[in-house]
């Protein structure tokens, strides 16, 4: 079954058409995450004195994420993990966008 194409889907109803898969993203959108990522990483090492600032700029990064990325369950934990006191020194953001990444290139179509 091609990606692009819509899964039919009978029921009770009668025929529904349904995606196969949830739609991937584009390298360009998905370079622009990355680099979001690594640039809130970045900033958040110098951050760790001020946690109100850090806690902003966490925040920050998570909606342009949601921004770009689309509604994703990934980007919830790694909100987390970032306002846990210490994980600052750890590139939260940037494992997140590539989990997102890998898991999209292997995820199966429905069938």
Same mark, same amino acid.
């Given at each position: 079954?091609?990606?692009?194409?819509?899964?039919?889907?009978?029921?009770?109803?009668? !025929?529904?058409?349904?995606?196969?898969?949830?739609?991937?993203?584009?390298? @360009?959108?998905?370079?622009? !995450? /990355?680099?979001v990522a690594a640039i809130s $990483?970045?900033? !958040?090492?110098?951050?760790?004195? +001020? &946690?109100?600032?850090?806690?902003?700029? $966490?925040?920050?990064?998570?909606?342009?994420?949601?921004?770009?990325?689309?509604?994703r369950w990934a980007l919830l934990?790694?909100?987390? +993990?970032?306002?846990? &006191?210490?994980?600052?020194? /750890?590139?939260?953001?940037?494992?997140?966008?590539? @989990?997102?990444?890998?898991? $999209?290139?292997?995820?199966?179509?429905?069938?």
């Open positions: 079954m091609e990606a692009n194409k819509p899964a039919i889907i009978v029921s009770e109803k009668g !025929a529904e058409a349904i995606p196969a898969q949830t739609p991937r993203h584009s390298r @360009s959108r998905m370079a622009i !995450a /990355f680099g $990483d970045f900033l !958040a090492m110098w951050t760790v004195i +001020a &946690p109100p600032l850090q806690v902003a700029l $966490d925040v920050v990064t998570a909606i342009i994420l949601f921004l770009i990325l689309g509604r934990p790694g909100l987390v +993990a970032e306002a846990i &006191p210490g994980m600052g020194v /750890f590139p939260v953001w940037v494992l997140v966008v590539l @989990s997102i990444i890998i898991y $999209d290139g292997i995820k199966k179509p429905l069938r």
